[in-house]
């Protein structure tokens, strides 16, 4: 299939996608957000260290407190690390559905444009709890969990300190419950983020590989 848009034409490398699901609610005021917008700069530094993760690592973010696309869908050498900033409350089921839907939507762009492309990831970093109704929330929760079970994506919750944890394992895939974050280690997360994807973009799509440990948070039991 001929390639069309001239983003693709410039660079056919296959895709992996990446959705940065963060809480910019008032509660993350003060430190949380200011250590929140330093990892997003280490994520854009270590990737770019990376050729081919460069051209292939595509990233969109989400915010909520409200709902809203601060970053569309990317290549790393064209991001420009936002400048986020806590307002709000904390509508997760509604960031879900605007993030699960954003990606579906860049997903067809890659097929009509011939581009391949990795399993995307979908990655929700919280210190609260959904403020969305509770039939929402696990509405939102049963679609991560069938688009996880049918290979359509992985996703990874991240509760910072005042998480609700109990609630995030119940929005998580089983196999892959929320982490905890040690104190506020964003940088260490992204890095770790950083480090997956060049993993994931210098193998063969659909490809299952080995993930580096989890050094900066502890998973919830």
């Known amino acids: 299939m001929p390639v069309g848009l001239p983003e693709f034409a410039v660079n056919p490398e ?5 959705v940065l699901l963060l809480d910019t609610s008032a509660s993350m005021s003060g430190q949380p957000i200011q250590e929140l917008n330093k990892g997003i700069v280490a994520l854009k530094k270590d990737i770019l260290r990376d050729t081919q993760a460069s051209l292939s690592v595509e990233v969109a973010i989400v915010g909520f407190g409200p709902v809203q696309l601060i970053q569309d869908f990317v290549t790393i050498d064209n991001f420009t690390p936002p400048i986020l ?3 709000g ?3 997760i089921a509604e960031a879900i559905d605007s993030a699960l839907d954003l990606l579906e939507d860049r997903k067809a762009t ?3 444009n011939g581009i391949q492309y990795y399993r995307p990831w979908v990655f929700l970093i919280t210190d609260g709890a959904p403020t969305d109704s509770s039939d929402y929330w696990r509405a939102a929760a049963h679609r991560i969990q069938e688009d996880e079970a049918n290979r359509r ?3 990874f919750a991240v509760g910072v300190q005042g998480a609700n944890m109990q609630i995030l394992k119940q ?3 089983p196999e892959r419950p929320p982490v905890l ?3 506020l280690d964003f940088s260490s997360l992204f890095i770790w983020l950083s480090t997956s994807m060049k993993r994931v973009s210098s193998g063969k799509v659909g490809e299952v590989l080995a993930l580096p440990p989890v050094g900066w948070g502890q998973i919830s039991t």
Do not use: D
């Not at 296959?14 to 990446?18: D, G, L």
């Open 14 to 18: 296959n895709r992996v996608p990446v």
């Open 85 to 87: 900033e806590a307002q």
């Open 89 to 91: 409350n904390t509508p």
């Open 110 to 112: 890659y097929k009509a």
């Open 153 to 155: 994506l992985l996703f």
């Open 171 to 173: 929005i998580a895939p």
């Open 181 to 183: 974050l040690n104190g």
